[in-house]
């Protein structure tokens, strides 16, 4: 059974660069129909796809957040990661790495990890 | 970029009786339309995928209906368990987006 695993610093200052990595476990990150997703949700809020990426290294961003993302994947650790640059306040939320699954049986973001918030101050 | 709008925001109910929300898009998504369930300090689970279709291990009491842009998420008879926020979700067009969520409560 596929697992995910956030990791990363709960804190960063505003204009830094946030990073995060997610680990995946219980499975190659390179078998299956899938993309890796990172979804983040401020307190209280709803829920924003930041990005995902394709096992190729290929990549899709929200526009909203396009100028300032980078989404990658390191198969060789089962690992992708977030970048998030020029950061402040409104970036403070907690963020999800996801599963989204494409592969025929089933179509949408199956697997999840537990969530890791992030805070944007000085 | 799609907007899911989503009714009511709160919906107080009891458990046993039948539970309907709704997700309207802004354009057509076609049937490409998710529902997920989030509990308080949890991430969301997905229930239903391509509007209809019930997501591994989720039980029968959970459906969903529509396409285009009206869409129905029903809880047939309300277990204490499925007391929760509600999002749908449509992949029809990138960036995939969310509807900002029902909340169903108990009455």
């Known amino acids: 059974q596929v697992q995910l695993q956030e990791s990363g610093p709960g804190l960063v200052k505003p204009s830094q660069t946030l990073s995060l990595t997610c680990t995946v476990s219980g499975g190659s990150i390179s078998s299956g129909s899938y993309y890796w997703s990172w979804i983040r949700q401020p307190a209280g809020k709803g829920l924003e796809w930041i990005g995902r990426v394709y096992t190729s290294g290929n990549t899709n961003y929200n526009p909203s957040l396009k100028s300032r993302v980078t989404i990658s994947v390191d198969t060789s650790k089962n690992q992708f990661s977030l970048k998030l640059s020029s950061v402040s306040a409104a970036d403070t939320a907690v963020y999800y790495c996801?599963?989204?699954?494409?592969?025929?049986?089933?179509?949408?973001?199956?697997?999840w990890g537990q969530g890791t918030t992030v805070t944007v101050s000085s | 970029e799609i907007v899911l709008t989503q009714s009511p925001a709160t919906l107080s109910l009891s458990p046993g009786e039948r539970a309907t929300l709704s997700c309207r898009a802004s354009q057509s998504v076609s049937s490409y339309l998710a529902w997920y369930q989030q509990k308080p300090g949890q991430a969301p689970r997905l229930l239903i995928y391509?509007?209809?279709n019930r997501a591994t291990d989720i039980p029968a009491r959970f459906s969903g209906s529509g396409s285009g842009t009206d869409f129905t998420l029903t809880i047939s008879s309300l277990e204490p368990e499925d007391f929760a926020v509600y999002y749908c979700?449509?992949?029809?067009?990138?960036?995939?987006?969310f509807g900002q969520g029902t909340r169903l409560e108990i009455k």
């Open positions: 996801a599963r989204d699954n494409y592969g025929g049986d089933i179509y949408g973001l199956d697997v």
């Open positions: 979700q449509q992949r029809n067009n990138w960036p995939s987006t």
């Open positions: 391509d509007a209809s």
